[in-house]
């Protein structure tokens, strides 16, 4: 019985050492990251914080409007300046055209639901960018009785606290 306790405590000991090298190797020294060979180079690799909770506020708020209909508040979260991207559009264009736009995509639904997935707020190291990512399911029903729906990415820039750029990605669902 004594032996039997003796590897069992000696293969906890074991492991357990095992594990706090492999967390202190996930979580030592963030300047390790600059030193990494990538397979790829960018400008600035690991430049990325967490951000605020108030950009994710106002991104969601944005999103929420829109998925009412309210374009008038859904569009109050937008800078007078959006740079917008969608599929086959990318365009920087005023707040009452984009409102515009919203209106008549909009216009062609009876019902627009949204299921949220996640979303993630970051700041760049040195603060010159702030963008909010959020990941959702978007499902309705056109005015004809057409039922579909969508994955979306959506990622904004924000600044001042208001969106100053809009990208959607999406993909069909089946």
Known sequence: MKKLFLILLAGTLFSCSNKQKAADGAMGDTSANAEQDYPY?????????????ANTLIALKALKAWENGKMDESTSYFGDTVHVEFDALDEKMPRDSVKAMFNVGWNMFKTVNIKMYDWESV???????????????????????????????????????????????TRKLH
Do not use: C, F, M
Not at 41 to 53: A, F, L, R, Y
Not at 163 to 168: A, K
């Open 41 to 53: 180079s960018i400008k600035h690799p690991d430049n990325w914080e967490v951000g605020s909770t």
């Open 123 to 169: 700041v760049s190291k040195d603060k010159s960018e702030e963008w909010v990512t959020v990941w959702y399911t978007q499902n309705w029903e056109t005015k004809k009785g057409v039922k579909d729906s969508l994955a979306v990415i959506n990622d904004l820039q924000l600044k001042d606290g208001k969106i100053i750029r809009l990208s959607e990605y």
